[in-house]
């Protein structure tokens, strides 16, 4: 099975702190994802990336950055945290093929800033 | 400008009845469709994905849905529901490029025994 694995499940920071959100997958996927999940809006595109060092703005992407140094790893940084960055963090990867096309979801990274 | 719309915010049914959640989107072209669950604390899991071909299209845990693309909907349908369907549910429209994906808002789901 795919496995896509956040780092942390949850992760309490203050406000003004640099905060690294890690995402690995093990299948070789060409496209990594960042989303964010707040009650009422569903998920919301911050970054992609469909390779290595490239990357690609999503809907909301504001407030972060991302790198994308090896195939398998993608990371969120958020450069100096804000209350209003508090939410859900959900990192995805997909493979382009004509009869694949899905997301493979991590569990999440849960993130408060106080 | 692709959107997908899931117009119910929670629905609560009770265990046995049968469940229809709506899904419409808006795409320029043929879309790729999708439904994802998401369980309390888990990442998003794929019920199932509409391509091409037939527009009925059979998913995991007894789910199914029906592309209609003169109604631009893909609403998900299960016949009797399970207290474990308890969930947040989300449609999903993507392009063929596997790099772009839309989600509508979700729909809470609750089940009464």
């Known amino acids: 099975d795919v496995k896509v694995t956040q780092s942390s499940r949850y992760l309490v920071k203050r406000t003004g702190e640099k905060v690294f959100l890690e995402c690995v997958q093990d299948m070789d996927h060409e496209n990594m994802f960042w989303y964010r999940q707040d009650p009422g809006l569903g998920l919301r595109l911050i970054y992609f990336s469909y390779d290595v060092k490239m990357k690609e703005k999503g809907d909301i992407p504001e407030g972060y950055s991302v790198s994308r140094e090896k195939k398998e790893r993608f990371s969120l940084i958020l450069e100096s945290a804000s209350t209003n960055q508090t939410s859900m963090y959900l990192c995805?990867?997909?493979?382009?093929?004509?009869?694949?096309?899905?997301?493979?979801f991590g569990s999440g990274t849960q993130l408060s800033v106080l | 400008a692709q959107s997908v719309t899931q117009p119910d915010i929670h629905i609560t049914v009770s265990e046995g009845a049968s469940l229809e959640l709506r899904c419409n989107y808006s795409y320029g072209a043929t879309p790729y469709l999708f439904w994802y669950v998401q369980s309390p604390g888990q990442g998003l899991q794929l019920l199932l994905k509409?391509?091409?071909?037939?527009?009925l299209v059979q998913g995991i845990k007894g789910f199914e849905a029906e592309f209609k693309r003169s109604q631009s909907s893909f609403n998900l349908r299960k016949p009797s529901v399970h207290w474990s369907d308890a969930a947040e549910y989300f449609c999903a429209v993507g392009a063929n490029t596997g790099n772009q994906f839309y989600f509508g808002t979700g729909t809470s789901l609750t089940v009464i025994p």
């Open positions: 995805a990867s997909s493979v382009t093929t004509a009869t694949n096309e899905k997301l493979f």
């Open positions: 509409y391509f091409s071909g037939d527009t």
